[in-house]
C-alpha cells in the first residue's frame, strides 16, 4: 500500500461501534483520494434528497494520497457531506496539520453515521479509537476546546473542533482545526454538531508507505524549487499572504462593497495587505509541508491570533463599509471561536446592513448596535450573536439567502445555490463569474480560480473582459482543482505547477503511471459524480446563475464601470464542454466515457 | 501633463506609494519604469484607469498608473 493508508474509519454514533475498513481501491484508482474519492463514498451511500441536518445524513473527513507525504503543502483535508446551506454536495478544505496526523494515524479517512444522543467526541491514538462524552466541551469556544481536549488527550494530538456556532446548526458554521485552521464553507460545521459530535482528537506515529523514494525525493526538490521561483509562491504570498489582493482587485474596480453595491472601495488602503504587514502582523505560519507559509499572524490591542486572509478582510471591511483593520482582525478571531464560516459570515452581516439601509430591519431588533455601512463595532457584536443565535443573530446565523428571505428580500443574498460570494466582482471578470455560477457547492471562488490568468497573468494573461475562450478555462481550472484537492494538496501550487507536475508527484508516491492528461480526466469524472449528486439533490439548471444584481445592475464606478456580469453568453458553451444537455444534465454517453 | 503613480507591495520600498507629477507629454509606463528604477520583468500587473495598460502607449493627462509585483492569494 503506497501514499495510501489503505483504511477507513467507519464511527456509527446511534450504536457507537467503530469499524476499520479496507479502502475501495477500484474507486481510489478512478477517484484518486480526498474530495473525489469520498463524494464516490457519499454518492453510493447517501440518498441525495436527505435533510442535510437529519440523522440519515453522513459526514466523510478525508485526507488524500499525497496527504501526510514530503510532497510540498502535503497537509490538507477535506469535509464531504450534504450541505445544509445549499443542498448541494458539499467539500469544504482545510489546512493545518490536522489532515497529516490522520494519515500518520493509519487511517485515510473517516465516516461519521447517524446521531449521537449526547455530545461525545472521538479520540484516536494510531489504532485505538475510542467515542467519549463531551458534556465539559459543549458550548466552549475552539481555541478553549482544543486547550481543554490537550491536556485531556495529550498535547501532541491535533484537534479538530466545532464551536458554538455548529452545537447551534448555523448553516454556516465551519469545521476548525489547529485553533485557527477551517474547512469553513458550506455549513459542514453544522452537519457535525447535529450528529451531537463536538470534536476529534488524534495522534498517529506511522507515516505512509511511499513507491519510489528517490524518485519522490528528486521530484519534490524540482516542485520545491519552481515554487520558490515562481514570484506569487515563493515572494508575493510569503511576504504579504493572500491580504495583497485588496488593493489589486479595488484599483479593478471589482472589489465588492456596500454587499456589491459598487467595486470600488475608497478607504481600500487602510485595509490592504501592505497596512497589515505594517501595523498589524507578528509573524508568517505555515501548514504542514509548506514551503509558501502564506499565513499570517496578527496581533491588536491585547489580543493575538491567526489570520486574516483577503477574503475576510474584504468581507467584514469593503462589503461591511468597515476601513478599522484592527475590528476586521478582530471579528475574524470570533468567527474562529465560534466556528463560523468567514465569507459566509461577513457578507451575511453585509446583507442584514442593506436590509438595514431598505429599512426592512428596524432599529428595535438591533439590540443597540445598527447594521449600518461602516460601523466598525456591528461586525464584531453581530459576529458573536450570530455564533451564539442571540437576537437577530439567530436569523444571520441562517445565512444570507434565507436571513433575506424572512423580510421578503432574498435578493440582497449575493449567492449562488444559497452560498455567499467571495470577494471578486463578476461584472468586472467575466470567466470568474461562469466559475461562480457553475460551481457545484454554490458560490466560490475555489473551485475554479479564474482570477489566476484573468487578473494575475497565470499561467497566461487573459483580458478580464473578454468572453471567448473563457468557458474551456472554466472548464480545464474546475477538472485541475478537482484532482489537486483530491489528491490532498494546496491549490496555492498552481500558480507554480500544472496537471503534469501534480502527475509527476503521485506516481513516484502510490506506484501509478499518470499523465497531465489522467489528472484532468480524473478531475473531469469528479466534477461529474459530484454534478450528478447535485442533479438527484434537486438542482436545475436555473440554479446555475448569479445574483439578478451582477446580471442587471451595471457597476457604478471604477475600473469595471457599467459592465454586467455576461453569464448567458458562456452558459451554452460551458455545457457543450462539459458534455452535458441544454438543461446542463450529464448526458449518458459522457457518464460512460468517464465511467462514473 | 499631471500623471499619478500607484505603486503596490515590493515596489512601494524607497519609493513611496502614492507619485504625483508633471511628465512630458507622449510619455508611456515604460518611461515611468525607468524613470523609477523598476525593471519590466518585476511587473506583474500594470494597470491605466483600472484596466489592463500597455508599456509603450503613450498616457494622458490624468491618468492614474497602478503598478504591481508578481501577487497572488485566494
Redesign the interface.
Given at each position: 500500500m503506497y501514499g495510501y493508508r489503505g483504511k477507513i474509519l467507519r464511527i456509527n454514533l446511534d450504536d457507537k461501534s467503530i469499524k476499520k475498513e479496507d479502502l475501495n481501491m477500484e474507486w481510489a484508482k478512478a477517484y484518486l483520494g480526498g474530495r473525489g474519492l469520498a463524494t464516490k463514498y457519499f454518492y453510493e451511500e447517501v440518498d441525495p434528497m436527505v435533510d442535510a441536518l437529519s440523522k440519515e445524513n453522513k459526514l466523510i473527513i478525508a485526507t488524500g494520497p499525497l496527504s501526510g507525504t514530503p510532497t510540498p503543502t502535503g497537509g490538507r483535508y477535506m469535509v464531504i457531506t450534504k450541505s445544509p446551506l445549499t443542498d448541494t454536495i458539499a467539500s469544504s478544505n482545510s489546512g493545518g496539520r490536522w489532515g497529516a496526523e490522520l494519515k500518520f494515524a493509519g487511517y485515510d479517512m473517516i465516516i461519521l453515521e447517524g446521531k449521537s444522543d449526547t455530545p461525545v467526541y472521538i479520540d484516536i491514538q494510531d489504532d485505538q479509537v475510542e467515542i467519549k462524552n463531551a458534556d465539559h466541551l459543549w458550548g466552549q469556544v475552539v481555541s478553549k476546546t482544543t486547550e481543554l481536549l490537550n491536556k485531556e488527550v495529550g498535547e501532541k494530538s491535533k484537534i479538530l473542533t466545532i464551536g458554538p456556532a455548529g452545537e447551534k446548526l448555523s448553516r454556516i458554521a465551519s469545521v476548525m482545526n489547529d485553533v485557527d485552521r477551517a474547512a469553513g464553507r458550506s455549513g459542514v460545521g453544522a452537519v457535525m454538531g447535529s450528529k451531537n459530535v463536538k470534536a476529534i482528537s488524534v495522534r498517529g506515529t506511522t507515516k505512509p508507505e511511499v513507491h519510489d523514494k528517490e524518485a519522490l525525493k528528486e521530484v519534490v526538490s524540482t516542485m520545491n524549487k519552481q515554487i520558490k521561483d515562481?514570484?506569487?509562491?515563493g515572494?508575493?504570498?510569503p511576504?504579504?499572504?493572500?491580504?495583497?489582493?485588496v488593493?489589486?482587485i479595488n484599483?479593478?474596480?471589482a472589489f465588492p462593497t456596500n454587499n456589491f453595491q459598487t467595486g470600488v472601495f475608497d478607504k481600500a488602503?487602510e485595509i490592504s495587505?501592505?497596512t497589515l504587514a505594517e501595523k498589524y502582523l507578528v509573524k508568517r505560519t505555515g501548514c504542514y509541508g509548506c514551503p509558501i507559509a502564506?499565513g499570517r499572524h496578527c496581533k491588536v490591542d491585547d489580543l493575538e491570533a491567526g489570520g486574516p486572509?483577503?477574503?475576510t478582510i474584504w468581507g467584514f471591511g469593503a462589503d461591511c463599509g468597515v476601513s478599522d483593520l484592527g475590528n476586521i482582525i478582530k471579528a475574524n478571531y470570533w468567527c474562529n471561536e465560534m466556528g463560523l464560516d468567514t465569507i459566509s459570515a461577513s457578507t451575511t452581516i453585509a446583507a442584514g446592513m442593506e436590509l438595514y439601509q431598505r429599512g426592512l430591519i428596524k432599529d428595535d431588533e438591533l439590540d443597540g448596535t445598527p447594521l449600518e455601512f461602516g460601523n466598525s463595532d456591528a461586525i464584531i457584536e453581530w459576529t458573536k450573536k450570530m455564533g451564539l443565535r442571540e437576537g437577530l443573530g439567530d436569523k444571520l446565523a441562517e445565512g444570507s439567502y434565507r436571513l433575506g428571505e424572512s423580510y421578503g428580500a432574498a435578493d440582497v443574498s449575493m449567492a449562488v445555490k444559497k452560498q455567499e460570494l467571495p470577494a471578486y466582482d463578476p461584472r468586472g471578470i467575466q470567466g470568474q463569474g461562469l466559475a461562480y455560477a457553475t460551481s457545484n457547492r454554490g458560490g466560490c471562488?475555489?473551485r475554479a480560480?479564474l482570477?489566476?490568468p484573468e487578473?494575475?497573468?497565470?499561467p497566461e494573461?487573459l483580458?478580464?473582459f473578454e468572453l471567448d475562450g473563457k468557458p474551456q478555462w472554466v472548464k480545464t481550472f474546475q477538472d485541475l482543482t478537482a484532482s489537486i484537492d483530491s489528491l490532498g494538496l494546496c491549490?496555492?501550487t498552481s500558480?507554480a505547477m500544472g496537471a503534469g507536475d501534480y502527475a509527476a508527484m503521485y506516481n513516484p508516491v502510490a506506484g501509478t503511471d499518470h499523465t497531465a492528461d489522467s489528472i484532468l480526466e480524473t478531475g473531469d469524472r469528479i466534477w461529474n459524480i459530484e454534478r450528478l449528486f447535485n442533479m438527484k439533490a434537486g438542482l436545475k439548471k436555473e440554479d446555475d446563475t448569479l445574483p439578478k444584481r451582477l446580471l442587471k445592475e451595471a457597476l457604478p464606478e471604477?475600473?469595471?464601470k457599467d459592465r454586467l456580469a455576461l453569464l448567458d453568453q458562456m452558459l451554452p458553451e460551458y455545457y457543450q464542454l462539459r458534455g452535458w444537455d441544454e438543461s446542463g444534465v450529464p448526458t449518458e454517453s459522457k457518464l460512460k466515457e468517464l465511467g462514473v | 501633463m499631471k500623471l499619478t503613480i500607484?505603486l503596490?507591495?515590493?515596489l512601494?520600498e524607497g519609493r513611496g506609494?502614492i507619485l504625483e507629477d508633471e511628465y512630458p507629454a507622449d510619455t508611456t509606463p515604460k518611461d515611468i519604469l525607468a524613470s523609477l528604477k523598476i525593471e519590466e520583468k518585476d511587473v506583474?500587473?500594470l494597470?491605466v484607469?483600472?484596466?489592463?495598460g500597455e508599456l509603450d502607449k503613450p498616457l494622458n493627462d490624468g491618468d492614474t498608473l497602478?503598478i504591481?509585483?508578481?501577487?497572488?492569494?485566494?
Open positions: 515562481n514570484g506569487v509562491t515572494e508575493g504570498l511576504t504579504y499572504g493572500t491580504a495583497v489582493l488593493n489589486i484599483e479593478l474596480g488602503e495587505g501592505e502564506c486572509e483577503y477574503e471562488h475555489v480560480y482570477i489566476s487578473v494575475l497573468g497565470l494573461k483580458d478580464r491549490l496555492f500558480f471604477g475600473g469595471s | 500607484k503596490f507591495a515590493t512601494r506609494k506583474a500587473i494597470l484607469n483600472g484596466v489592463d497602478s504591481f509585483p508578481p501577487v497572488g492569494g485566494g
